[in-house]
């Protein structure tokens, strides 16, 4: 019989513990990469490198307050600013839905051709949605979901504004990091609402990534002391600041992460406790047959840590597989866009595994240590 051998004939001696421990560290470890992916899709949103080049800006006061339309052309003579188009958030429901996951946004179609240049027009032409003021520019995502076509019509009825839309599908875009927006002729809204003059936000591009903090400081310079200041921000800031309304997300999911850790530990030690405690005998058989402390230690330790590393294994390549194969935006209803099981987040998986092998090693290895030879043959089986 060969150490590896022995070792493994050890682990598998009660196979129904060492099967249930095995499964405890895989659903554990699979649930502990669950939660980190899910802490990185809420904490760390998805950005193109375009959009480091947009700036959105808002009221100061609350995002719900609008802003005057004239502040178009003071915006436009700012240096470094490329494009400006209003950008205001419509929350219309979809056909019967109570709750509709994609955004729709009133833009105006000549200037917000300028703002989102890392996407591409997949269907239809731009040009179509510039010359036809109830037409709508849908994402690629949205068309897909809901079997839409070019010509269809989309029907909205409004939650945040006291009126309904009825838009036609004219041209359909792909290549942004979220294909599900629609946008629609800001007129249209105008007109709906008798001409308030208002917006509900500016959506800006700079000429460099480096121009846009003092872009940002001019836009907010302009506004100053005025009835309708602006807060204006990065792209990646204003949606930071929407996750921000879900609370301390990082507190939340490292305080369950930590809990789960914690039990999975209590697990494994006391498993190889009670491992390890049913064969002080044999034990003592190898210290009187010269086996040194140290020899029977790493025979522990590598009981310990091949259940918990294969149990890891499962746990982590299995949440992977999971999450890589299911369609998370259909199942969540669009709340989660991406859920990418990271390498990153993978090997965290794999150094906790591996640190409750090594633990749950320790205490029975401290017994054994501390166990004479006599003592172990006194003890019954």
Known sequence: MTLTSFVVKNALRNRRRAALTIISVAISCGLLVTLLTLQRELTIPPESEAASLRIIARNKVSLAQPLPAKQLSTIE???????????????????????TSFAQFAVDPVRFRNLIIEGRIAEGSYDDFINDRTSCFVGADTMKRYGLKIGDRMRFTGTFYPVDLDLKIIAVYQGTVDDRGVFFHH???????????TVGTWYLRVASAEASNEVIARVNEAFANTSAEVRAETERAFQMG????LGNVKLLIGSVSSVVVFTLLLV???????????????????????????????????ESFGLALLGGSIGIFGAWALWTG?????LTNGFLLYFEVTPRIMATGGVVAVF??????????????????????????
């Open 326 to 330: 299911i369609d998370l935006q259909k």
């Open 268 to 302: 494994t030690v006391s498993t190889m406790s009670m491992a390890v405690r049913e064969r002080f005998r044999e034990l003592a058989v190898l210290k009187a047959l010269g086996f040194r402390r140290r020899e029977l230690f790493s025979f522990i330790l590598a």
């Open 187 to 197: 007129k249209l809204l105008d007109e709906l609402m008798g001409n308030p003059g």
């Open 77 to 99: 003579k700012i240096p470094g600013v490329v494009a400006v188009s209003p950008f205001t958030f419509f929350g219309g429901n979809f056909r019967e839905e109570t709750v």
């Open 242 to 245: 929407f996750i921000s309304m």
């Open 356 to 381: 409750l092998g090594i633990v749950s090693a320790i205490s029975p290895s401290i017994a054994v240590a501390r166990l004479s030879v006599v003592q172990g043959l006194k003890t019954l089986d």
